[in-house]
């Protein structure tokens, strides 16, 4: 079993910044990727940023939040960030880390995290 733990959401006003965490634990043979994605009230779940772990360690980023957003690693720790700045009420959502990794049966497993809230005011 892998379980994640994000921190960081909360309140912030416009142009302010957050940064969130996600740290991976468990069954953990290796991790694939990892990475964040937000839901807006009435809005589908979409894509923030990702990071992949195993070859090229690619970033890919929302065309929304490039330039605003950066994710990175602590591969000690199993764990993400989301340095978010410039913070828009349109970014207002709630957060979910997610992550993709091989346990030590091989097998591949996709987790997600509870969901930290970010609230932007204006």
């Known amino acids: 079993q892998v379980q994640l733990v994000e921190s960081g959401g909360g309140l912030v006003q416009a142009g302010g910044s957050l940064k969130l965490s996600c740290a991976a634990s468990g069954n953990i043979f290796v991790i694939k990727a990892m990475g964040w994605y937000r839901q807006a009230p009435g809005k589908q779940r979409e894509l923030v940023a990702t990071?992949?772990?195993?070859?090229?360690?690619?970033?890919n980023y929302a065309d929304s939040v490039k330039g605003r957003f950066t994710i990175s690693r602590d591969n000690a720790k199993n764990t993400v960030y989301l340095q978010m700045n410039s913070l828009t009420p349109e970014d207002t959502a709630v957060y979910y880390c997610?992550?993709?990794?091989?346990?030590?049966?091989?097998?591949?497993?996709?987790?997600w995290g509870q969901g930290t809230l970010v609230t932007v005011s204006s």
């Open positions: 990071f992949g772990f195993i070859g090229s360690s690619s970033t």
């Open positions: 997610n992550t993709a990794v091989f346990d030590w049966s091989n097998r591949l497993l996709e987790v």
